[in-house]
């Protein structure tokens, strides 16, 4: 079953938070994905694979430009 493998305890992170910030705490808690809250409400979520793709790759650091905001829950 999924609830076997799925992660229970969930990181969020600031959307203030910098993005270096966001990479040294998906390695801390070996994750590749992290959501996105701003005052207390979810704005998205960043993996991993957006880091490097879409943030890195074009030399920026503007985080809530690349979040993944259709979440469905």
């Known amino acids: 079953m999924i609830e076997k493998i799925m992660s229970k305890n969930l990181?969020?992170?600031?959307?203030?938070?910098?993005?270096?910030?966001?990479?040294?705490?998906?390695?801390?808690?070996?994750?590749?994905?992290?959501?996105i809250s701003d005052k207390n409400k979810i704005k998205g979520l960043i993996t991993d694979r957006d880091i490097v793709t879409k943030i890195l790759a074009n030399k920026d650091n503007k985080i809530k430009e690349y979040l993944n905001t259709n979440i469905v829950s």
Do not use: V
């Not at 993005?19 to 808690?29: D, F, G, V």
């Open 11 to 35: 990181i969020i992170l600031d959307s203030k938070s910098s993005l270096e910030n966001i990479a040294k705490t998906m390695k801390k808690y070996d994750i590749g994905m992290i959501i």
